[in-house]
Nanobody, 114 residues
Framework: VQLVESGGGLVQPGGSLRLSCAAS????????MGWYRQAPGKQRELVAA???????NYAETVKGRFTISRDNAKNTVYLQMNSLKPEDTAVYYC?????????WGQGTQVTVSS
């Protein structure tokens, strides 16, 4: 399984970005995909993810601003990020879990700064 993220970059506070994560390889329909982030000097944390039942979980800090979605036909998950804040600056990682395995993408940098 390979995960390829795209869509990161530099954006001003209040701006928007859309991240994409395309999965390839042996993908099960029961997989769970999501987004995590890691800021300098901090632990990696959940941003948003799909549960095994298909519902979504969001970190409290991004609720109402970020939206996770997916295109099952393309094995792709998206993260729409609106009203970005400087504290959203981090490397964003895509994660796929299936069976007993967990896979991570290489990460994409998101920098929110004026």
């Amino acid at each position: 399984v390979q995960l390829v993220e795209s869509g990161g970059g530099l954006v001003q506070p209040g701006g928007s970005l859309r991240l994409s994560c395309a999965a390839s390889g042996s993908i099960f329909s029961s997989n769970r995909m999501g987004w995590y982030r890691q800021a300098p000097g901090k632990q990696r944390e959940l941003v948003a993810a799909f549960t095994s039942g298909g519902s979504t979980n969001y970190a409290e800090t991004v609720k109402g601003r970020f939206t996770i979605s997916r295109d099952n036909a393309k094995n792709t998950v998206y993260l729409q990020m609106n009203s970005l804040k400087p504290e959203d600056t981090a490397v964003y990682y895509c994660r796929l879990a299936q069976s007993t395995y967990v896979y991570w993408g290489q990460g994409t940098q998101v920098t929110v700064s004026s």
